[in-house]
């Protein structure tokens, strides 16, 4: 984590470590990286978009569905 003037700035791995371990961050930073996929400039779909299919934190795992008989 780094100041810049009043801001403070964090690096994404960094943010991907604290949502591993915290599920409302992992929340609030798909919700996020969803808006800007779907809304944002073309460089922020871009970079969203990449992000959310690479990292495996964000990859929805398929449900098994079982048959009883």
């Known amino acids: ?3 810049v003037g ?3 700035n964090i690096a994404t791995a960094d ?3 604290l949502a591993e371990r915290d599920g409302e961050i992992k929340k609030a930073i ?3 990286l969803a808006e ?3 809304d944002g ?3 922020q779909r871009e ?3 990449k992000i959310l299919k690479r990292n495996p934190l964000f990859r929805v795992q398929p449900l098994e569905v079982g048959i009883l008989l």
């Open 41 to 43: 400039t073309p460089r």
């Open 47 to 49: 970079i969203a978009e």
């Open 15 to 17: 943010l991907f470590r």
């Open 6 to 8: 009043s801001c403070y």
């Open 30 to 32: 798909a919700l996020y």
């Open 36 to 38: 800007k996929a779907k």
């Open 1 to 3: 984590m780094a100041r």
